[in-house]
């Protein structure tokens, strides 16, 4: 009984964290979006978030950027609906 409990823990557990973490980034609440807010309204606003869009008009703007947003566009992953090849 206790191990069937901790295998269905664990089998939990394992569900719950993708979720979470998918829930953690999305449109507009990923690395750049946090650190280029400012940026972002200011060059891109009328873009949609969630698209290589936001990421594309910054680097177009990129002289005019703090230091923290041009880090975060550096450090960026492949985004949602992108992979890394």
């Known amino acids: 009984m206790r ?3 901790m ?3 664990a ?6 964290m993708p979720a979470g973490a998918a829930q953690a980034q999305g449109p507009g609440r990923g690395l750049v979006a946090a650190n280029c ?5 200011t060059f891109c606003s009328s873009l949609r978030h969630g698209s290589a869009q936001i ?7 990129r002289a005019e950027l703090s230091a923290q ?6 450090r960026r992953g492949p985004g ?3 992979r890394s090849t």
């Open 55 to 61: 990421p594309a008009c910054l680097n177009k703007n």
């Open 11 to 16: 089998a939990g557990l394992a569900l719950a």
């Open 3 to 5: 191990q069937a409990l």
């Open 69 to 74: 947003c041009r880090s975060a566009l550096d």
């Open 80 to 82: 949602q609906g992108r």
């Open 7 to 9: 295998i269905a823990a």
């Open 37 to 41: 807010k400012a940026e972002i309204a």
